[in-house]
């Protein structure tokens, strides 16, 4: 196995938990090169990441079907031998049908995941993680023991929080989010900042 696409077109978090597929993949496959597809405003996230060869980036906001069909032909160019695919949205199948890749593999709630090569049910509220749904995906070509998602900061990354570092622990809380049924009312964020220690509330 040469090369590796994971296409993960969706927010912050699902990019954040897609990085365990990328751990997974690299420690059976060290020689691979292993290029991480994401939308754009994601891709720092793994600008610097050990074991990516390429972040590529889907543009959007702006011409978001001229990059599609763009990127689609780059995607098929680069002559993948896999493309994991762990969004369930059209535009996701699309570039993954026309990669040409020998094995392409995503979700059966795809639309287009009649031509995937191999498909998988992606069900919602039976207690399993989207790691452990995620991991599905890749457990014929590894095992099915999946790793935990991981980042890796740069030096440069750890130079832009030096002046956050304090003396004391302190808690952060990042309440906001894109879907309205994952946003918490500001009360209750409220409510939880003044349970917390006194000492960790700055």
């Known amino acids: 196995m040469n090369r590796i696409l994971v296409i993960q077109t969706a927010f912050i978090g699902d990019v954040i938990l897609a990085t365990a597929l990328i751990e997974k993949l690299h420690a059976a496959f060290p020689e691979a ?14 600008k610097d990441h050990p074991f990516i060869n390429e ?14 069909f763009s990127l689609a032909k780059t995607i098929r160019q680069s002559k993948y031998d896999y493309v994991v695919n762990l969004q ?28 995937y090569t191999e498909k998988f049910p992606h069900e919602i509220g039976n207690g399993e993680h989207e790691v452990a749904r995620n991991q599905l995906l890749i457990e014929n070509i590894t095992d ?4 935990k998602p991981k980042l890796h900061p740069s030096k440069s990354n750890y130079s832009k929080i030096e002046s956050l570092k304090l003396d004391t622990d302190y808690i952060v809380i990042a309440p ?23 000492e960790l509330q700055i």
């Open 176 to 198: 906001s989010s894109v879907w309205f049924t994952k946003q918490v009312p500001q009360s209750k964020i409220i409510e939880l900042i003044n349970k917390q220690p006194k």
């Open 55 to 68: 972040v590529i980036v889907w543009q959007k906001k702006e011409n978001k079907y001229k990059n599609l």
């Open 144 to 147: 099915g023991e999946a790793l």
């Open 33 to 46: 090169k292993i290029d991480f597809l994401v939308r754009g405003g994601n891709e720092s996230l793994d």
């Open 88 to 115: 369930r949205f059209m535009a996701s199948g699309f570039l993954t049908w026309r990669s040409g890749a020998k094995h392409r593999i995503g979700f059966k709630t795809n639309p287009l995941s009649i031509f």
